[in-house]
């Protein structure tokens, strides 16, 4: 944990970390994230959501504990050079007959060194009853509940500096049933872990809210309980204004993922409305086959972009200060780690987790910026040079210290040729 902010004469440590070219933050948090999606980038790359889902479904149904473990390493690795401390990962596919893949993901993260928040995903609502997945990757609904319920009791910590802290997340309201999304919320609540699932991405899903249940995707979320502090969405684009206050009055968290919004053409989130409103927004990378990347100070960039350019195509002339670049890392930084309901992480001060990320401002792409911090927010981010996740450098001279990152290039990359098939 850290002890002591300050200037002057360092006190006495073990260990010195001494980088007078960097500007140190607290380390980024990752709101939103499909970790094995790693390993199925670039495909339908200019599909909407439901035409992208619809062709990556068959290609999910092969994955593996062996190329769910290569993904997330990827991903992970990918998330630490680039900034990021704490990550969620919100994994949904569990095809029949292929066991540990949760257990994979919880082993990654701690052999990379970085602190983690897996989601028990699921799916259960299969096209042969009027969902969007094809019925052979969907599960049956008790032994859903039965596997979060397992993996709470297995991985999830509760105390402040907490590695791993499990959270229940049925997919999306147009793959699971209304009954497994309550039956889900009781869960959690009974156990104290936190709610997590797709929201408001698309017009598609819009439609199908109303075409199958009579409810907007927010109204439909407030019917089956799934609103509050314990709860935050991912994506929050297509909300009206009465519900960007609802969303705000009851505490539910957005996690914004700029870059995979606009990859899938699926909307730019009201993120200005939101923060004003006083929604915890946080950031995501979202997962890699609609992002290509896990850059987290990257989405910081993006999102500042999109909001400025929301703001414009309303016909604002104060649209630059639409999102200010202390604002983005904020979002980047303390707003995800209020949406993963941690407030030990997301800002550097005594009693808070030692999370920090160097970005180095000397190189090429940084060097006599005047204002280094929304610098930073302006340019194309670079690799982090020093990230230390409680306490322990995971990341020095810009390389990956816990893992061999080109082992993980070519496992990932086999892994890919290998769901290819
Ligand atoms: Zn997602």
């Known amino acids: 944990m850290v002890v002591e902010v300050g200037t002057g004469r360092p006190p006495a440590a073990d260990e010195m970390v001494d980088e007078?070219?960097?500007v140190a933050m607290p380390g980024l948090v990752n709101a939103h994230d499909h970790m094995y999606q790693w390993a199925t980038r670039g495909y339908v790359p200019d599909g909407t959501l439901f035409e992208w889902l619809r062709a990556l479904y068959p290609v999910w149904a092969r994955i593996d504990a062996g190329t769910v473990g290569a993904?997330?390493?990827?991903?992970?690795?990918?998330?630490?050079?680039?900034?990021c401390t704490l990550s969620?990962?919100?994994?949904?596919?569990?095809?029949?007959?292929?066991?540990?893949?949760?257990?994979?993901?919880?082993?990654?993260?701690?052999?990379?060194?970085?602190?983690?928040?897996?989601?028990?995903?699921?799916?259960?609502l299969g096209e042969s009853k009027g969902g969007l997945p094809p019925d052979s990757v969907v599960e049956d609904e008790d032994a859903i509940l039965a596997a979060s319920e397992d993996a709470i009791r297995r991985f999830n910590d509760p105390i402040p500096g907490s590695m791993c802290r499990v959270v229940v997340a049925p997919c999306s309201p147009f793959s699971v049933t209304p009954q497994l999304m309550r039956d889900s919320a009781e869960l959690a609540r009974r156990h104290g872990v936190r709610l997590h699932t797709h929201l408001a991405e698309t017009l598609d899903e819009e439609r199908f809210c109303i075409g199958r249940f009579g409810r907007r995707p927010v109204e439909l979320m407030e019917d089956l309980g799934w609103t509050g502090d314990d709860v935050w969405y991912a994506h929050g684009i297509h909300l009206n204004d009465a519900e960007v206050h609802r969303v705000a009055a009851a505490r539910t968290g957005v996690a914004h993922c700029p870059s995979s919004n606009m990859r899938l053409g699926a909307g730019a989130c009201r993120v200005e409305d939101l923060l004003h409103a006083g929604v915890r927004v946080g950031?995501?990378?979202?997962g890699a086959a609609s992002n290509e990347d896990a850059n987290l100070a990257m989405?910081?960039?993006?999102?500042?972009?999109?909001?400025?350019?929301?703001?414009a195509m309303l016909g604002r002339d104060d649209a630059p200060r639409a999102l200010e670049a202390r604002e983005a890392w904020r979002m980047a930084t303390q707003g995800g780690a209020e949406c993963l309901g941690r407030d030990d992480c997301?800002?550097?001060?005594?009693?808070?987790?030692?999370?920090?990320?160097?970005?180095?401002v000397d190189d090429l792409a940084h060097a006599g910026v005047a204002d280094l911090v929304a610098g930073l927010a302006l340019a194309p981010p670079a690799r982090a040079q020093t990230v230390i996740v409680g306490g322990r450098v995971v990341v020095r001279g810009g390389?990956?210290?816990?893992?061999?990152?080109?082992?993980?290039?070519?496992?990932?990359?086999?892994?890919?040729?290998?769901l290819r098939g």
């Open 20 to 22: 007078p070219n960097c």
């Open 71 to 83: 993904a997330a390493r990827a991903a992970m690795a990918r998330l630490l050079l680039s900034g």
């Open 88 to 124: 969620t990962d919100h994994h949904y596919v569990f095809p029949a007959g292929r066991p540990d893949i949760f257990e994979t993901l919880v082993e990654a993260a701690k052999e990379l060194g970085l602190r983690f928040h897996p989601c028990r995903g699921s799916m259960s």
């Open 283 to 286: 950031l995501g990378v979202d």
């Open 299 to 311: 989405e910081a960039h993006q999102a500042l972009l999109l909001a400025r350019l929301r703001a």
């Open 346 to 360: 997301g800002t550097l001060e005594a009693g808070k987790c030692a999370d920090i990320a160097c970005f180095r």
């Open 399 to 418: 390389r990956l210290l816990t893992a061999d990152e080109e082992v993980i290039t070519k496992e990932v990359a086999a892994a890919s040729v290998r």
